[in-house]
């Protein structure tokens, strides 16, 4: 079945991984929306999209309100993940297993910073503590902490889920409400005469498909979905390395995944320990350049978290892969909602490696404003397109 046989969509939808698919789900579950929603997407393995490559970890620990607020609704819906979806008893439950995460500081500039986010959190209901290096030294004596001077740490509603698992139902309950979902590239976007609103979208195949409104999901390749409609975006591929591995003496209580001060961060991943870390030089790369960077390991991470902690000497990795953060070169932030003046073009873009624990809120608010032109639970305003040509950053300090 080809799209045009399906006629007009009132919400194409460019990307169906984990962004995509939680807008499409959202728009077939909100009262008021009863329009036709298709989903183009290049490659429905998934190898590549950052969902795929993530650490599915969720937390609490940001500097500004906003972002606090929509991975509050983040771990809400993951803890009632069965009745958001309806109840069906044949959704699984989700666990949020809340080993937490542990910012360290070695500096008192960086310590006054998270002193300063820890009172933003508790003042929006995160559980945060600000402590003291005896207080994290008391609490989880395997770490090595000389040259630590304080660090922020929440064990509540903040860790790891099965985000695989969210992002497969959020594909499968859209289809089963409807939502068409094509394995195809788009390659054009027509503007009308005026360039103020999306006419139609030309796919690989040769379609081409009259839409209503047209969100950009496209992950890493966001700016080449904009640059169809003559529009620049400020997101660019951006590698990201993982290592799992196993330690030859296992600590006995969990790892909070810890942030360390040299960049790597580390948590514990059932019986073994996940590590991860930008390379030190942090350019633009192709979208299918993943070829991975073997020195890291022996150069960067294992001496970082070997420091950190000694019981880490001896490990042995089993396994390393390279994903691609969707990086907002602006700001680190997600762009999210309509551009100002192609007023049907609706970005969700530039999550900057917090994506995945984000798309719950960020789905919903979208679906919001596709139905009733306003952000109904969440004023996700703040992420708005137009804060990019007024060169307006939106501040977040605690990006990983």
Known sequence: MTATAEGTYDVVIIGGAMHGSALAWWLTRLSGF???????????????????????????????ETNIRVSQFGAEFIKNFRDFMGGDPEVPALALQSFGYLYLADNDAFALALQQAQQI??????????????????LYPFYNLDDIIAGNHNTVDEGYFDGGTMFDWFKRMARRAGVHYIHDEVTAITLNGAGTAIESVTLRSGDAVPCGMVVNASGPRARATAQMAGLDLPVAPRKRFS?????????????????????????SEGKYYLAGCAPDDDPDVAYDDFGFDHSLWENKVWPAIATRVPAFERVKVINEWVGHYAYNTFDQNAIVGPHPVVSNFVFVNGFSGHGLQQAPAIGRGVAEWITHGEYRTIDLAPFAFSRIAEERSFLEKAII
């Not at 009863?34 to 999209?49: H, I, K, S």
């Not at 290592?243 to 960049?263: C, V």
Request: with cysteine; proline share 5%.
């Open 34 to 64: 009863d329009g036709r929603v298709l989903v183009v997407e290049r490659d429905p393995t998934y190898e590549f999209a950052s969902t795929s490559h993530t650490h599915s970890c969720i937390r609490q620990q940001f500097s500004n």
């Open 121 to 138: 959190q508790v003042a929006t209901g995160a559980q945060t503590r600000h402590m003291t290096r005896d207080e994290i030294a008391a």
């Open 243 to 267: 290592f799992l591995f196993e330690a030859a003496e296992p600590l006995t209580q969990d790892l909070p995944l810890t942030i360390d001060p040299s960049g790597v961060h580390m948590h």
